[in-house]
């Protein structure tokens, strides 16, 4: 999508701090960490959230998960919290479907 900031972020059109790539996602950390380790999981397809996934891109979803748990080991994080927002009351402000992976810090149930 040629207006979408995580797109052009995943194209290397916007500088971003990468933390893993490959040909179907794109990792980067937060530029407003909300935690001593925070980055998000992109794919560089345009998907505008969880709810644009289904039975044609569910590989897709699941490579996604499986980098998070691959970079997380690299980056030696033993535990960490898994977040996407899906929508506007849900926190979303970037319609591009990402994964946020915070650590570093206690953390509190429920999320506000
Ligand atoms: P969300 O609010 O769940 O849609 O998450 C979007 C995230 O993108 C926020 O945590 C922002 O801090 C982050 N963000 C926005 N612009 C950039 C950018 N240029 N580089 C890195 N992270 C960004
Ligand atoms: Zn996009």
Request: hydrophobic letters at 40%; a negative charge; aromatic letters at 8%.
């Amino acid at each position: 999508m040629s207006d979408c900031l995580f797109c052009k972020i995943a194209a290397g059109e916007i500088p971003s701090n990468k933390v893993y790539e490959d040909e179907l996602c794109y990792a980067f950390y937060d530029i407003d960490p909300q935690a001593p380790t925070h980055f998000l999981v992109i794919p560089r397809e345009h998907i505008p959230s969880v709810a644009g996934i289904g039975p044609d891109n569910a590989a897709l979803a699941g490579h996604l998960l499986e980098v998070i748990s691959r970079v997380a080991k690299e980056l030696g994080l033993d535990s960490y919290r898994v977040v996407s927002n899906i929508g506007e009351q849900a926190g979303q402000s970037v319609p591009h479907l990402h994964f946020h992976v915070l650590s570093g810090r206690d953390m509190t149930w429920p999320p506000g």
